[in-house]
């Protein structure tokens, strides 16, 4: 995996392989003496490898540990959010917002001393003082500086957070607020000390593996190109086989599922001149709820996305079965526990995930000449930006409707994403639709994808040339499509 973050990630992975193989071999169970024996493995001491001490490397390191088995990495402060922080590691970030730099000339003037309103700037030994317990971070000292020596320091993960859902506690550890976050991720990747991960689901779909139900893997749109230009869907198909998944289906299958009923609910609403957004990211859904309820409520597409589609149809023809999403996306294993949606699939696992869920049983992904492709082309490009509208258009198409006066904006990223929505909010929007994807490129730069977008473009736009050229409602007949629900709340 090609990564800024590449020492985290083998970190994180290297304890979930371990934690993998540990419940595979043993009873199902991880015990006191195991997490301590992989704790002082990787930080065997006397001396750091990575941070001050080993006794915090070994508590950061718990903290993996507990969220490698879907656990709160805290056990002093549990929450239902997937995102979670791991209080140790998170200490190293400067906290105080604004501070002064070598640059600073001890000017006469002390304009930064005038601007400021809060009393928190005063002479030093040799340069101004910012104390960061009167600094309300308003910035008017900075802009207020001649020489431009004090600098504003916006911490990583806050910076990536769409949604303005982090902030600082007394002591400077970062904190979600769960009903401002919308799980998207980018906070993890982020932050230079992996402070910051999200619950991982590894242990128990293992152990539901274990126990000989029927646990089917779902793979992501944004599946092919990820491992490589001769890695199809098959290839993966046979790997999950070989680890004891009953099964793998495509979940393209569901954005062409996706696409055939948001095309309905795109006609009628532009008969009735209502503007509609589409509903397959879950993140972009989720901004849509905490941060723009109205439209929520009144703009947002019914229709379920790909990954519950394709859930709901597979439990339509086998009620006990476990379904299991597998992508790029951290909000998937949000959309796994939203309340706001019936009949969700049971998991939801990153890539970097299921490669260390297989390399515990010694199992590598490689090419096969088998052939497989449930999804017309257009589900499958539904992780690019563009595709989600693309196929809902195809669809109106294959109708014989009229797209050509249609009018799109299609969002990818979080900055996008809320232009979008205020404009529609304030009534300004002109296009008819809104294609959201809280992810720059789409979902193919989800933040947990396992190369870097352009390898996975690269790659991907191969793999695609192998499909056939089936149509979606043609594609679809194939299916039982009566015998379960398109709509979020199961009805």
């Known amino acids: 995996m090609i990564t800024n973050d590449k020492g985290i990630v083998e970190l994180k992975h290297y304890i979930l392989r371990e934690v993998c193989r540990e419940v595979w071999e043993g009873d199902g169970e991880i015990s006191h003496d195991m997490r301590e024996k992989l704790a002082y493995a990787i930080s065997p001491g006397p001396k750091p490898q990575y941070r001050c001490c080993i006794y915090k490397e070994r508590e950061i390191i718990r903290g993996r540990i507990r969220l490698a088995m879907g656990q709160d990495p805290d056990v002093n402060h549990p929450t239902k959010n997937v995102v979670a922080v791991i209080p140790a590691a998170c200490d190293d970030c400067p906290i105080q917002e604004y501070m002064v730099t070598d640059v600073c000339r001890f000017c006469l003037g002390k304009a930064c001393l005038n601007a400021c309103k809060f009393g928190a700037i005063q002479p030093g030994s040799t340069r101004m003082h910012i104390d960061p317990d009167k600094c309300r971070s308003c910035g008017m000292c900075a802009k207020s500086c001649p020489f431009e020596a004090i600098v504003h320091l916006e911490r990583p993960c806050r910076k990536a957070c769409p949604a303005d859902a982090i902030h600082y506690d007394e002591n400077g550890l970062c904190v979600i607020d769960d009903e401002k976050c919308i799980h998207c991720g980018h906070c993890i990747h982020n932050c230079p000390f992996g402070a910051i991960g999200s619950k991982i689901y590894a242990v128990d779909v293992i152990r539901a593996i274990r126990s000989g139900k029927r646990v089917i893997a779902m793979c ?72 723009f309820p109205e439209q929520y409520k009144n703009n947002k597409s019914d229709t379920v996305s790909p990954m519950v589609a394709v859930s709901r149809y597979l439990k339509s023809q086998d009620p006990d079965c476990v379904t299991v999403f597998i992508g790029p996306c951290i909000a998937k294993k949000g959309e796994t526990v939203n309340e706001f ?151």
């Open 220 to 291: 992501a749109p944004a599946t092919e190109g990820q491992f490589g230009k001769e890695i199809g869907m098959a290839s993966i198909r046979a790997a999950l086989k070989k680890a004891g998944f009953y099964d793998m289906v495509e979940v393209g299958l569901g954005g062409d599922m996706t696409a055939a009923y948001e095309a309905k609910e795109w006609i009628e609403a532009k008969k009735e001149g209502r503007k509609m957004t589409t509903s397959c990211c879950p993140a972009f859904i989720s901004m849509l709820r905490h941060h």
């Open 341 to 491: 949606i019936a009949d969700r699939p049971d998991y939801a696992l990153t890539y970097g995930e299921i490669v260390a869920l297989l390399a515990s049983r010694d199992i590598e992904i490689v090419p096969t000449e088998e052939d497989y492709q449930e999804a017309s082309i257009f589900g499958k490009r539904f992780a690019g930006t563009g595709g989600v509208a693309a196929a809902v258009l195809e669809v109106m198409e294959e109708m014989g409707e009229d797209v050509s006066d249609i009018r799109l904006m299609t969002c990818a990223g979080g900055n996008e994403c809320k232009k979008a929505l205020t404009l529609l909010k304030a009534g300004r929007l002109k296009e008819d639709f809104i294609e959201g994807m809280m992810c720059p490129g789409g979902c193919v730069g989800g933040p947990s994808k396992h190369q870097v977008e352009s390898l996975v473009t690269r790659d991907r736009a191969e793999l695609l040339k192998r499909a056939d050229g089936r149509k979606i409602l043609e594609n679809l007949k194939n299916y039982p499509m009566d015998q379960f629900s398109m709509f979020r709340d199961g009805h």
